[in-house]
């Protein structure tokens, strides 16, 4: 039967030597098993139009090959075979899942190619295919009309896994230049962004994550970015080479995740690269130092490993600070890291889960399920669905009515700035997890009855704006610890 003559096919093909004159052996040295003499007998079926056909006419094709696959196509070669009177074969290319059989399976390249000189190597494309999946290939040889037809040994090839999707970059780590000229000049709002734009910001202190610089330096750059008024700019570029030239970083990884992501996105409103590229170049080399520098021991060691091993407001920063650089630096394989991290963090185990949890003594409680901690607790975990375990858990071991607890406001600002600078990069952090960020503020309003205050108003403002809810915002008069003025740019 036709099946059983495949399979010979097949094991024969296997066991021949190499024709290495052949043109589709010079092309492809090594990787081709060719089988000079191999044809099979036609199948029966009367329905098929080749089942009437003897095994008399063109010569069979021995050395099909797979020359080149992406995840969708497979580039096959040959070389070219008499009719059996002299003149060029036609063929006929079929592929499906191994095993192949030619009546079932799909037509490739074309209904019919022309040969055109014996002995020539000849190509074809197969278009439409999935990546990741295991396909054989098979070549009919005959005659224009009459006579009869061979069949070729089998190739086979595994198509390679897709690329991930290209992500829609947005223009702006933060915020695009195009969307903060529509923005009001007129509002409150503007007014207190610019009276924080106006004041001295002092000298940049990576290692002080008390200090408020780096806000300050953000609010100018936001001004200038308004505005097109240099001195604002000016401003900004004087602490950026103080980073530039502050030697060897000293300090705690949460320190460096407090402070330095802020002036990564300062840079990229003044638009830094085209405005000074020398200076650009200088402190694109400090992000990549500061990104792998060593930190002060006992804590991470570095601002990675903060952000891959603190499932609380430790990571949460540094996790912002990671995205902001590799953001800056175009570097799509760390931003992608850290969206992994940001995932598992969430919620998503399956994503990422190397955090350590607990901290000394371990504490627990405060996780839905112990067994499986994670930065945010699932959906469908009743009182504690929402609630940040590794951050709550500052306030005592778990209890009812569940206390304030401040630090976990200090994650969110960490999260959310992760988040906003994530989804600009493409990744829709706002989904993940069934809306963990909305959950987490809906547990802190609504079940602790714990709203925003302080440095932590800027952040309902981010949230309504990506959930349309209404969560009290009132104007963002102080700025957070990383970021703020969320009800200019984002209200």
Known sequence: MFSRALAVTRGTCARTQSVAASPVAKLALGLVTLCPACSIESPTDPSDPVSSATVTGAGAVGDLTVISSTASTVTLGWTEVSDGRGAPAFYGVRYAAPP?????????????????????????????LV??????????????SGGGH????????????????????????????????????????????????????????LSDQEQSTNVCIFAKALVFARTGISTYRDEVVAALKQIVASGTYV??????????????????????????????????????ELRT??????????LIECNEKRPNNWGAYCGATRAAIAAYLGDTVDLARTAQVFKGYL????????????????????????????????????????????????AGSYSWPPPRENHVYAALQGLIAQAVILHRAGYPVWDWQDRALLRAMQWLHDVNGYPAQGDDTWLPHIINRHYGTSFPAPLARSPGKNYGFSDWTHG
Request: aromatic content about 6%.
């Open 100 to 128: 192949i059989d030619w009546n079932t399976a799909k037509t490739g390249c074309a209904p019919e190619i022309a040969g055109t000189s014996v002995g020539s190597l000849i190509t074809c494309t197969v278009e439409g």
């Open 347 to 394: 919620g998503d185990r399956s994503a990422y889960a190397g955090f350590n949890f607990g901290g000394p003594p371990d504490d627990l409680t405060w996780q839905c399920d112990p067994t499986q901690p994670v930065g945010i607790n699932p959906a469908g975990c009743g009182d504690l669905d929402g609630v940040l375990p590794d951050d709550q858990r500052r």
């Open 131 to 144: 990546g990741d999946t295991e396909y054989d290939f098979q070549v009919l040889s005959h005659r224009s």
């Open 150 to 205: 061979s069949f070729s040994n089998i190739a086979t090839a595994l198509t390679p896994t897709p690329p991930p999707p290209e992500l829609p970059i947005a223009a702006g780590i933060w915020i695009g230049t195009g969307e903060i000229a529509q923005l009001s000049t007129t509002s409150e709002a503007w007014t207190n962004l610019l009276a924080a734009a106006d004041n001295s910001c002092g000298l940049v202190d």
């Open 293 to 302: 520098t060593p930190t002060l021991a006992p804590d991470p060691a570095n």
């Open 251 to 288: 300090g705690r990884a949460l320190a460096l995740g407090h402070e330095l992501g802020t002036y990564v996105v300062a840079a990229d409103l003044i638009e830094l690269r085209t405005f000074d590229p020398p200076l650009d170049q200088l402190f694109r080399a400090k992000l990549l």
